[in-house]
């Protein structure tokens, strides 16, 4: 099985790359448009972390840039009728932080933009999703994971600010973090302590 590949980026379009190895074998790689995004220039040097899929008729090559993308596509593909044409339409949308939070919250509709994806479908990954949730770690730096503390009062404390104005990609890792640095927040205490984080970042 392909584990790892290394070698200069002969090409590179919306399905995936062509990846030339020092020995000179091309091998064409699928990849996430999130991949794809943060390529190099053609020519240039790109190491991959590789998924094998042995089929019947085909072998087909996932790559990915960091270790842990590829580790999320294989716990997304472990899911029951998900397979990885659907896995990677996900991670072209949602890296693992919000995927961790969608599980979370069992957020049905954000799920269901991904194309192919139907709120029946999306209920079902869901629903699995959320066995294998602690698996979704984040792929660089310290980003926030889903919130230790009482799933309601982070619920409310989301519902919260967004009544006040705020847009959810602003304040869902501010509120994150807030609830991983102190758990036993209630979510009038999280709405607060997420408002001097936004006053903090804007003065």
């Known amino acids: 099985m392909i584990a790892y590949l290394q070698g200069e980026l002969l090409s590179a379009d919306e399905k995936g790359l062509v990846l030339l190895t020092p020995g000179g074998v091309g091998y064409e790689v699928a990849a996430p448009t999130s991949v794809l995004a943060k390529l190099p220039g053609r020519g240039k040097e790109v190491r991959l972390y590789v998924h094998t899929q042995v089929a019947e008729k085909a072998i087909d090559l996932f790559g990915f840039l960091e270790a842990d993308d590829l580790d999320l596509f294989r716990t997304l593909i472990s899911i029951d009728k998900l397979g990885p044409k659907k896995a990677m339409a996900i991670?072209?949308?949602?890296?693992?932080?919000?995927?961790?939070?969608?599980?979370?919250?069992?957020?049905?509709?954000?799920?269901?933009?991904?194309?192919?994806?139907?709120?029946?479908?999306?209920?079902?990954?869901?629903?699995n999703l959320k066995d294998k949730v602690d698996k979704l770690t984040p792929v660089t730096g310290k980003a926030p994971s889903a919130p230790q503390g009482p799933q309601g009062e982070y619920l409310d404390a989301l519902a919260g600010l967004k009544g006040l104005g705020y847009g959810e990609d602003e304040i869902r890792p501010m509120l994150l973090e807030t609830f991983d640095d102190e758990p036993d927040l209630d979510a009038a205490g999280a709405i607060r302590a997420v408002l001097k984080k936004i006053n903090a970042a804007r003065s």
């Open 91 to 127: 991670l072209s949308m949602f890296d693992a932080a919000h995927l961790r939070e969608i599980a979370f919250r069992e957020d049905v509709t954000t799920l269901s933009t991904v194309p192919g994806i139907g709120p029946k479908s999306a209920k079902q990954i869901l629903w």
